[in-house]
C-alpha cells in the first residue's frame, strides 16, 4: 500500500509568481517525485496561492483537508504570511493526529519571527524537522532551544544536458539571474559594471534574467536608462 506524502505551500501556480518561495516550494516537490520510488509514495499538495471565488477557495482548501487527514507525513512551506495561522493548526490537530512534520523555512526570516512571536517557539519544538537554508540560522535557532533543526541549503533541478566550457581571457559579460528588486542588489550590481567600465577599456555588459517586481518597475526603466551596459532579456523558463 502507497504511503502518503502531503505538502501545503505556495507554490505561485495561481498567481503565476516566481521568486524564493514560490521555486524552492516547487523544487522540492519535483524532486520528492524524481527521488522517491512511486511505487511506494503518493505525494499530494495544495497550492495557498489560489484566487477566484470563496468556492474556488474554499475547495482548494478542503482537498489539502482531505490529503492531510490521509498522509502520515506533512511538509509545510508556508509564506510568512500565513505562518501564524497555519503552524498553530497543525500544532493542535497534529495533538491528535500524530502526523509527522516537516517545516521548510524559506529565507532568513524564521528567527526573526520568533524573536517577535516568542509564543510560537513552542510548535516548532513539537516538529519532527525544520529544515534551514543556511548554517548560521541553524545556530541560531538551536540557541533559542530548537534541537530539531538541520542545515538544508537551496538547490535547483536542472534537465542533464551538454555545456561547453571555453577559456577566456577577459570578462566581457556578466549574468544577473534573479527577481529583479533592489532587495536583491541590482542597482549595486549596475553601478559597479559603471564604476569598472570606467576604468578600463575592454568594457563589461550586464545581462539580466529574471521577472521585474511590479511595484520596481518605474525605478528599473530608471535604472536601465542609467547606463548604456545593461541589457534585460525577461524571464526565463
Known amino acids: 500500500m502507497k504511503k502518503n506524502i502531503f505538502i501545503l505551500g505556495n507554490f505561485g ?22 527521488y522517491l520510488n512511486d ?11 489560489v484566487k477566484g471565488s470563496k468556492i474556488k477557495v474554499l475547495m482548494n482548501y478542503l482537498r489539502g483537508l482531505k490529503y492531510w ?22 500544532y493542535y490537530v497534529n495533538t491528535i493526529l500524530k502526523r509527522k512534520i516537516h517545516f521548510i523555512a524559506i529565507g532568513g526570516w524564521l528567527r526573526d519571527f520568533l524573536d517577535e512571536n516568542n509564543n510560537y517557539t513552542k510548535y516548532f519544538q513539537k516538529m519532527n524537522t525544520i529544515y ?3 548554517k548560521s540560522l541553524k545556530k541560531k535557532l538551536e540557541n533559542k532551544g530548537l534541537n530539531n533543526v538541520i542545515h538544508f541549503p537551496n538547490f535547483r533541478i536542472y534537465d542533464d544536458h551538454d555545456i561547453e566550457i ?20 541590482i542597482e549595486l550590481a549596475v553601478s559597479a559594471i559603471n564604476k569598472i567600465n570606467k576604468e578600463r577599456e575592454q568594457k563589461i555588459e550586464l545581462y539580466i534574467y529574471g521577472p521585474v517586481g511590479s511595484d520596481y518597475l518605474d525605478d528599473f526603466n530608471k535604472l536601465k536608462q542609467s547606463s548604456p551596459f545593461i541589457r534585460y532579456n525577461g524571464v526565463l523558463e
Not at 18 to 31: A, D, E, F, H, P
Not at 72 to 85: E, V
Open 132 to 134: 534551514v537554508q543556511t
Open 69 to 90: 487527514f490521509t498522509s502520515k507525513s506533512i511538509i509545510l512551506l508556508p509564506a510568512q504570511k500565513a505562518i501564524k495561522y497555519v503552524v498553530p493548526l497543525f
Open 166 to 185: 571555453k577559456e577566456i581571457d577577459e570578462v566581457k559579460k556578466v549574468v544577473f539571474f534573479s527577481r529583479v528588486i533592489k532587495a536583491k542588489g
Open 13 to 34: 501556480y495561481y498567481s503565476n509568481d516566481l521568486n524564493g518561495q514560490t521555486m524552492r516550494t516547487r523544487t522540492i516537490y519535483k524532486s520528492l517525485n524524481r
Open 39 to 49: 511505487s511506494k509514495y503518493n505525494i499530494k499538495f495544495t497550492d495557498t496561492s
